[in-house]
């Protein structure tokens, strides 16, 4: 496959709602697209970074210019390109996993495309769709947070999930357990807010039957994770902390964690996200897909990913309308509690032109 050039394209997109968590409000995101322009087909990639270094030390405006400098003239300059070989090209550029996840992700979309394959096919899925789960952020009252919770089990969503932060976690979960009952799927993530002095704070959510406490202690702390596992019932689960199917291992071997909330991009590409997934698998250890509000692009590669199976958890890839008014793809719609994998070659999505223009802020070709 020749490349023949790369397109960046920044893009805002006004959130719905604002989304609280323990590290800021967003309310709007700061996009960055990757088109990867071969003879045979174009490939998308979505730079999933958040706006500004508060979930990680990746922000768009940093990947953007990471791949503009480094990774674009480094791929040129390559005599074969192919998705396997993007992160051994780019292995000489230390971290950025997020904006290399957005590049790798771009040529592997324009490979399948080219041969007709899927990426649902291509990562090995076993199912044609998957159970869902929401993510809600911190609210203003209690109050506001049960009727959000409940707008979204009328949708259908099976799995809720909860941010959490101190002075805002114990109260909260009591509510939505006390209001929905013991049978509602439910988990909270702290996104490192925490300390292991917290333990007896976070020991305080165990009867309320949690799926998991997510991230609740800083990303680069698995001995503290291993430390709280010992004092918190409740199975801890890791986010940020996972960053290579090494970083996998290594957090099992230490019992820092039960469950992993598997982001792709936060591991460099679907492809060491796959990896991610079988050393967990190997390990019994179960796995869900995470989410970094994406548009269709990323949700689409991200529902494929959720197919392959070990993912035993629903994961946060909820419905395109859950953040956004108007997707820049044939939106993600729930049915029955569960997204349907996207069948077609590649990510089986493609923006559409005129959204695109519509929320486009910038454009940038690098000829090859
Ligand atoms: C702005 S919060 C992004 C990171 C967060 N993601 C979510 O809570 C899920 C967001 C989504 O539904 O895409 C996490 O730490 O898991
Ligand atoms: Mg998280």
């Known amino acids: 496959m020749k490349i023949s050039g790369v397109e960046l394209r920044r893009l805002t997109m006004p959130l719905r709602s604002p989304f609280e968590t323990s590290f800021g409000v967003a309310t709007e995101r700061d996009i960055l697209l990757v088109r990867v322009a071969t003879e045979e087909a174009d490939g998308w990639g979505e730079c999933v970074a958040m706006n500004d270094p508060l979930y990680s030390s990746e922000y768009t405006q940093g990947a953007h210019d990471v791949i503009t ?21 780019l292995a000489p550029f230390k971290g950025h996993p997020i904006a290399k996840a957005a590049v790798e992700s771009a040529v592997l979309d324009a490979e399948l495309r080219a041969v007709g394959t899927s990426f649902g ?38 799995r809720v999930k909860l ?6 976690d114990v109260e909260p979960v009591r509510a939505v357990r006390e209001r929905f009952g013991d049978e509602l799927l439910l988990q909270v993530d702290a996104n490192t807010a925490y300390t292991l002095g917290d333990a007896q704070r976070l020991a305080a959510l165990d009867p309320f039957d949690l799926l998991l406490i997510e991230q609740p202690l800083p990303e680069d702390d698995l001995r503290g994770h291993a430390a709280l596992s010992r004092l918190v019932k409740t199975p801890i689960c890791l986010d940020e902390s996972i960053v290579s ?21 936060r591991v460099g590409g679907y492809l ?19 989410g970094m509000l994406e548009t269709g692009i990323g949700r689409a590669a991200n529902v494929a990913l959720a197919a392959l199976p070990n993912f035993t958890l629903p994961g946060d890839i909820s419905a395109s309308e859950r953040y956004f ?21 590649g990510l089986g999505v493609t923006p559409d032109p005129a959204l695109l223009e519509e929320f486009t802020t910038a454009k940038h070709w690098f000829g090859f």
Not at 74 to 79: E, G, I, M, Q, S
Not at 245 to 263: F, G, M, T, Y
Not at 273 to 278: E, G, K, M
Not at 334 to 342: E, F, I, S
């Open 69 to 89: 400098r480094y990774f674009l003239p480094k791929l040129a300059a390559a005599p074969r390109v192919t998705a396997a070989l993007v992160a051994q090209i």
């Open 272 to 290: 060491e996200a796959r990896r991610v997934h079988d050393v967990c698998a190997a390990h019994g250890v179960p796995v869900w897909c995470g």
């Open 163 to 168: 941010k959490i932060k101190p002075g805002w």
């Open 121 to 158: 096919d291509h990562l090995g899925a076993v199912r044609t769709s998957v159970p869902v789960g929401v993510s809600v952020g911190i609210m203003p009252s209690v109050a506001e947070l049960i009727d959000t919770v409940g707008g979204y089990l009328d949708q259908g969503y099976r």
């Open 325 to 345: 008014t108007r997707d820049i793809t044939e939106p993600f719609v729930l049915r029955d509690g569960g997204l349907d994998v996207p069948q077609g070659p």
């Open 245 to 265: 199917a090494r970083s996998a291992a290594d957090a099992i071997a230490l019992d820092a964690c039960r469950i992993v909330n598997i982001k792709p991009a």
